[in-house]
Each structure stands twice: as C-alpha cells, then as structure tokens.
C-alpha cells in the first residue's frame, strides 16, 4: 500500500477530498496522529479534558449521547476549543440504519451532528444506501465520513469478506468516504486513492478492559500495521492519570511512529 507509507504531507498535496486534505495538513503542521476518545458524561469533564490535550492532538473524538448535560453551549465551546487549538472534531456516531433514517439522524434531532462535527463514522452493514445518505447532508457541508471496517473488540464480526467489501464500497464514494476505522493499513490505495485509516484499541500499559477491548501499542498500530491516526480513550483521563501528561505521551509515541513507518 504505496500510499500509506508517504507522508501527510504528500498525500495531503494530491487528495482530491478537501476534508481529508485539511486533515492530513492539519497532521503534518501540528505534528500529531494522536485522536483522543473523550468518553465521559458530564459536560464540564469533556470541556476541562478537551482543553487539556487539545495542544496535543490532531482529532478530538466524541460519542456526544453519552454527555448527560448536552447542550447547544457545549457544541459552541468544542468548536471554540477546536479552533483554539487547531484540531478538528469527530463524532463516533457509528450510523448503521437505511438511508432516509440515517439522513435524519445525521441532521437532525437534538445533536444536529452534522452541524458541528468535521467528521462522523458508520457500519456498513446496511448497504451502500447509508453513504448515499449521510452524504446528501454532509458533503454540502465538506463533511468526511470513515466506515468501519474492522472493529478492535474480541470476536468483531467485521473481517474477511466483510471488510473487503467495505473497503470497495469507500472506493466508490470517495468523494464523501476519507477513510476507515481499522486495525490496520486496508490497501485499498493499491488501486489508487487513499484512505485515512484510523485505529482505536490503543495503550501503552494494558492489554484489554475486561469487556472485550484489545490493546496494542502506537508503534505495533503505526510501524507494524500500517494505521495513520492513533485513538486513545482511557488511557489518557483514566483514573489517577495526568491528562496532559499523558496526551503529550501518546502523542509522542504516535508521531515517532509515523517517522519511524518505513518510506519508499
Ligand atoms: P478506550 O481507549 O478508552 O478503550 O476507548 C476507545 C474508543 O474507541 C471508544 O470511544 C470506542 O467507542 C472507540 N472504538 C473502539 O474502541 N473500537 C472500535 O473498533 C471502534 C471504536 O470506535
């Protein structure tokens, strides 16, 4: 997968996409491939937390229905936060309904995710309807969706045929599909086009959590495994951990990773 082994910079200067194309800038500028998972539920934690390892990373991931305070104020101050810092915001929405239901859940109701998350995600268990979908609201907005296409919990059914046929659905809809959850590079730019391949289940310290989430390492999910962008949840905010401490950590970890990946 010729692709993944170039630089952010690189791919940044040929992908046709503009929200991949801000990304992949944004990456290169600020020097981080670390996404942290901010899964909390109150609104003044995910807020202090944001703020915390926003120097450090490029994609700041949220499941917002976990927030039992939501409001449209904390929209607002993610987004300030967002530009203060200069990281974009992902919503880990994980659609997985028809089209027309998808549309709505997208745009609408009391999230209006589309209005402020720079990228969301979703299975394609449904079919290709659900891009079809979610692009008629996002793609006006320059939104980018990844679909999943491997998942890091045991006994994931998202393998083999399944995950290659993901990966050529994202080939037909590269206008609007930026890439993948995955556990490793999916060379769909064999083919031509790239892909950002995002990977959850990471940590420096433990192997899993007792509900079925694996562990690997920075360097094993970059060097070895070819991903672009490491997620990282509890082990940056987990008890008794220093948050900023921690996210400087990983964000070192991820980047001398990627310079570590080999080149051409
Ligand atoms: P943690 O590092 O605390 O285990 O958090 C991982 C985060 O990544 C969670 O927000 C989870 O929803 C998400 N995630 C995952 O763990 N595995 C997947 O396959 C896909 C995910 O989105």
């Known amino acids: 997968s010729s692709n993944l082994r170039k630089t952010y910079t690189e791919r940044a200067a040929v992908h046709p996409n503009p929200c991949a194309r801000t990304f992949l800038e944004l990456m290169e500028r600020k020097r981080s491939n670390l996404s942290v998972a901010v899964d909390v539920t109150s609104k003044t934690e995910l807020l202090e937390i944001a703020g915390k390892v926003g120097p450090y990373i490029c994609l700041l991931k949220t499941h917002i229905d976990i927030v039992n305070d939501f409001d449209q104020d904390l929209v607002d101050q993610l987004k300030a936060l967002s530009k203060k810092h200069d990281f974009m ?16 859940q997208y745009g609408f109701g009391i999230y209006r995710i589309a209005s402020w998350a720079d990228i969301t995600n979703c299975h394609s268990v449904p079919g290709e309807g659900i891009i079809s979908g979610l692009k008629e609201i996002g793609l006006p907005l320059n939104r980018g969706l990844l679909l999943l296409a491997e998942m890091s919990s045991a006994g994931s059914l998202a393998t083999g045929a399944y995950t290659a046929a993901t990966v050529a659905m994202a080939r037909r809809h590269q206008d609007f599909v930026i890439g993948f959850i995955a556990m490793r590079g999916m ?37 070895e495994s070819g991903g672009d962008v490491v997620i990282v949840g509890r082990g940056i905010y987990g008890k008794g951990k220093n948050v900023e401490e921690q996210a400087k950590r990983y964000r070192d970890a991820g980047w001398e990773a990627y310079l570590e990946r080999p080149v051409p």
């Open 89 to 104: 915001i992902f919503e880990d929405r994980k659609f997985a309904d028809i089209g027309n239901t998808v549309k709505l």
């Open 187 to 223: 060379d769909a730019e064999d083919e031509g086009g790239d892909f950002i391949v995002m990977t959850p289940g990471v940590s420096l310290d433990v192997a899993g959590d007792g509900l079925g989430q694996q562990y690997r390492t920075p360097r094993e999910v970059v060097v």
